[in-house]
């Protein structure tokens, strides 16, 4: 007995939805987005071991709870925009330090500003602009 091919284009089975776990390395820059670094080892033929690789994937976070520093876990869903098609299942681990500097900017305001002139400053014009005037 054949089955008839009216029912040949339904899927006897689906792909299961992909999962990972990672750490959020950028939040809030973009809207309700959220961007998590997923390390995965991948096997090279050619030296013969396993070497770190790393995935960036932007997920969706609408009510921004999470910051830079989490550990999430975070679970594949239907297109939300052009980029983003995953979501956050659960939190696995919270950085204590994101969320103090991010709800009081004016205590952290002038510390975060120094550490930004610094890293914009050439370290070797620094350096001689401290030897000159010494």
Known sequence: MSVPSV???IPLSRMPLRKYIGTVVSAHKMEKTIVVQVPY???CKKV???LKR???VKVDDPF???DVG?????KQSPKISKTKAFVVKKLLRKEPGAAIIRSQPEQFGEFLGNLKDIKRRHP???FSEKVDKS
């Open 54 to 56: 790393s995935l960036k």
């Open 7 to 9: 029912f040949s284009y």
């Open 70 to 74: 989490d550990e999430v876990e975070i």
């Open 41 to 43: 080892l991948w096997y």
């Open 48 to 50: 013969k071991m396993d």
């Open 64 to 66: 921004k709870e999470y």
């Open 124 to 126: 070797l014009k620094s």
